[in-house]
């Protein structure tokens, strides 16, 4: 079942085009208008239970488009529906079945960190005893319980952000939004929000997420679809991005002893070799393949390995290359 359906969401914005006067019309010169479009016609689907990523550089649209599927930003065309029901006309159910962690979000900074969580479970309508236990559990998952009565003034950024996360799971929201949850943190805030994102979808939570860090999608997410100039141009699974685009996998491999060139591109599973310093970079089919030759020809020859490491296509590559490709397949 899907949890989200994007149905040929677009979101133009419109402003009056620089330099250029105005032709004449009835009223004075008109107002020529340039357009971007931030989001241009997507359509996806989210299952229940998934973590799905949406990746893509700066501007491409991420932004617009998950404070569309908020119910923030009234969409140009098309819609969103959370479980049925259309986003921009349910904004109140909505509200209630989901939890939102928008890319400027702020806490409150004259409240501590509990009173934070204490003031929105409130608006919530969460009951005070179950409150301030769902508010201590979350402090002390988020590793923030000692800091709990600290000013959120004083937070660094990564402890706002997992205190924001906090928030937006007090009303014990079926669909999770994150825009950028880690960007820019610390390594240990955003090791911990890794980790809770993975557990509360363990637990049921449905996730999607923005990035533009392809490591983090690749970490966190079942599926990912990648955005580039309001559109989407690849969605999958990050272990078939990766082979989508897999043009070699390569082998490095380092001898105390010299071996002339030609007698590693005499094996029989080796399809490339470069000669580098005290070794070879070799570009192979099977890794697992070739390494038992390069062994088997290492003990033959009885000579002396001092290193050798593999190289297998990134999340990143095939996101570079998707994206330099446009998508065209
Ligand atoms: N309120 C706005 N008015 C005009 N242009 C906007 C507005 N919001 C976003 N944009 C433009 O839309 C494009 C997509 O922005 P955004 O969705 O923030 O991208 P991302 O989150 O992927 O970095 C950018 O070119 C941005 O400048
Ligand atoms: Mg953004």
């Not at 010169?29 to 971007?36: H, R, S």
């Not at 990648?226 to 082979?243: A, E, R």
């Amino acid at each position: 079942m899907s949890a989200i359906k994007v149905n040929n969401l677009s979101k133009h914005f419109a402003f009056p085009k620089r330099g250029k006067p105005g032709k004449m019309g009835p009223n004075g010169p008109k107002q020529t208008k340039d357009v971007i479009r931030a989001v241009d016609d997507i359509s996806f689907e989210v299952k229940r239970g998934e973590i799905f990523g949406f990746l893509g550089p700066n501007g491409a649209g991420k932004t617009t488009t998950i404070r569309m599927m908020t119910g923030v930003l009234k969409p140009t065309k098309g819609n969103v529906s959370i479980f049925e029901h259309d986003v921009w006309k349910n904004q109140t159910l909505v509200k209630e079945i989901t939890g939102n962690v928008p890319e400027e979000a702020n806490v409150y900074f004259d409240m501590s960190g509990l009173q934070n969580l204490m003031f929105i479970g409130e608006i919530y309508g969460v009951p005070k005893k179950i409150r301030q236990e769902r508010a201590e559990n979350l402090l002390t998952k988020f590793e923030l319980y000692e800091k709990r009565n600290l000013k959120a003034l004083k937070y660094s950024k990564g402890m706002k952000q997992r205190l924001l996360l906090c928030m937006a799971l007090m009303s014990n929201p079926e669909i999770l939004f994150l825009d950028e949850p880690t960007t820019g943190l610390d390594v240990q805030s955003s090791r911990i929000i890794k980790q809770l994102i993975r557990e509360y979808n363990e637990k049921g939570v449905t996730i999607f997420l923005t990035t533009h860090d392809m490591e983090v999608a690749n970490e966190l997410c079942h599926r990912i679809a990648i955005i580039n100039h309001g559109k989407i141009i690849s969605l999958d699974t990050p272990q078939n991005l990766k082979v989508l685009t897999q043009e070699y996998k390569a082998i490095d491999f380092y001898l105390a002893n010299g071996v002339d060139k030609r007698n590693i591109e005499d094996l029989n599973t080796i399809r490339e070799v470069q000669e580098v310093r005290e070794g070879f970079h070799v570009i192979v089919e099977d890794i697992h393949e070739s390494i038992c030759e390069i062994v088997d020809f290492i003990k033959k020859n009885q000579l002396v390995i001092k290193q050798l490491n593999t190289h297998e296509p990134k999340l990143e590559d095939a996101f570079l290359k998707i994206i330099e490709r446009g998508g065209r397949d």
